[in-house]
């Protein structure tokens, strides 16, 4: 008797977002099942970010509904729905002199609590992203990756634990070198693990291949392909939809992407 | 993991300097209470009849009741209090309003004046002062209604200017439902120019009308049309927002990360927003029509707060409206002894320091230093 849609954490149906006439995501299904770690790519302008501001409840949908638990986004007490999902951006443009302490601070704004309560949440989200030593620095002298792994301790004190919540992450590697690039899939699969839904758009075919559960390819504001990552993201797919002529290498148990260059067949225009 | 965040523990050493430890809230603001207590104190004892702390005292507690103290007490009583306590609600108001709007837009360089609000107030006052006497003549109403009508008018239609202008700029600037920042200053830059030309246009029409005061009364502000009937209505229309104001502390620290971020967090954006726009406009508006447009109080303190004691609203409200309280008085202060017996605009004042205060701050962003201009 389980209906399949009770056990999912967030469902999205026929979301679609046009603006001024332009169709940015049409028809879209997607639905994320708690300790899943779905990953969204597509060439730039598919409808990667409309789709995830539209999951994170501020794009006003043109047709659609979410529900998180089984209740319409709509019907969440703002505050509620703070403590269930997060979003981190791909950059910040706080130009105010927090010191970290204070911006991770800012993500315990949906819980209501003491001063003491706080600074607990927020020293193990900052120990989570290595910078606990560094807590009273000033935010704004840091380079832009540490700026990063401030806002994403921030999202990890704002939900808390991983249990029953979405976490949504808008590229989170792109200004990360490679430890932090480790340092993030290791948080996101942990979450994953202990029962959170991860979504996470990267432009990283590696990554996706490599960390992804779930991949979704997203094409021209639809989704073009939907799996695990071994079978979707096939030289075929690619050629389709970054008409770019590639191959995966393997190479003791890891794929490899090499991109060879414009397909092999010009494409003809008519 | 362990390893990990080990590894990559930084051990450079912080870098914000003796700012690291903020201090305690309860503490600067009973500082700052005792200094405006003292500043107060100095308001009430300075001016062009010579007096001192004891006629002050005397004037309050009416212990001395011969011919000259109470000369003296009169004029501690009804001249200079109402004129302080206008100071403080001016500053309160100034502080208050630019704090708001700086956090709305998430911009430490945004002014009221910025947004057309301040000469929106100007525009609805001129045009209160103007009609509202021919207004009354025209259809011949009985003292004190006439009056009245004339007096509660001013700041009615004040506000209105402010609040009016205000949305107009909002609306212009709504893209899809939100606020395109750009868009909105920049509205506000064009809808400035219109305002000044109004309320100069008027002004010169209508300069015979003393009433109406002079251009640079609008331009450069005064405080000396304090009363007691006046600092009554101020009060009433600056500490009712003023408290709104405390209770948005956590919802503008939100918004400084962004509007997105700030929905992510549960914050009701739009309704912040419009609340934050109403309660600024009502506060500009009202100080606008008693006592013009007075500047750089609502840059330059709200700045102060954040650079020695950081940009948390929780802190930077409460203690910027007894900080602008504060300079408010002192400058007022000034402005009436500086030239005596003459008054110097208070404007004049303001700009000549927070000018290059302002001025300073912004060559030192410019040459990297970190600062909060985001510039």
Partial sequence: ??????????????????????????????????????????????GKSTLLRALTGETILDAGTITLDGKAFADYDSIELATRRACLPQSSSLAFPFTIREVVSLGRHPHRESDAATKVAVEAALDKVGLLARIDEGYLHLSGGEKQRVHLARVLAQLEQPEGRVLLLDEPTASLDLTFQQLVFDIANEWAEAGAAVLMVLHDLNQAMRYARTVTVMHEGRVFNRGEPKEILTPELIREVYHVQARWIESEGHCLLAVDGPPAKPQTYD | MATLSQGVQNTKKPTLGKFAARLPRRLVLAVLGAILLIVSFWSLKSGAVDTDIQDVLIAFSGSDSSAAAEFKSIVIREIRLPRLLTGFLIGVALSLSGALLQGLFRNPLADPALIGVSSGGAMGAVIAIVALPALVATLALPEPLGSAISWFGLPVLAMAGAIGLTFIIYQVSLVRGRTHVPAMLLTGIAVNAIGSAFVGLIVTIFASDEQLRTITFWTLGSLSGANWNNTLLLAALILIPAAFALRQDRALNAFLLGET?????????????????????VMVGATVAFCGIIGFIGLVVPHIIRIALGPDHRMLIPAGGLLGAITLIVADVFARSLLAPAELQIGILTAIIGGPFFLALLIGARRGRANSLGV
Avoid: W, Y
């Avoid at chain 2, 971020?261 to 600024?280: D, M, N, T, Y």
């Fill in chain 1, 1 to 46: 008797m389980k209906n399949p849609e009770q056990s999912c954490l967030l469902n999205a149906k026929g979301l679609t977002v046009i603006a001024e006439g332009k169709v940015l995501i049409e028809e879209i299904e997607l639905s994320l099942l708690p300790g899943s770690l779905d990953v969204i790519v597509g060439p730039n302008g598919a």
């Fill in chain 2, 261 to 281: 971020e700030a929905f992510h967090l549960g914050i009701k954006v739009q309704r912040v927003k419009r609340a934050v726009i109403i309660v600024s406009a």
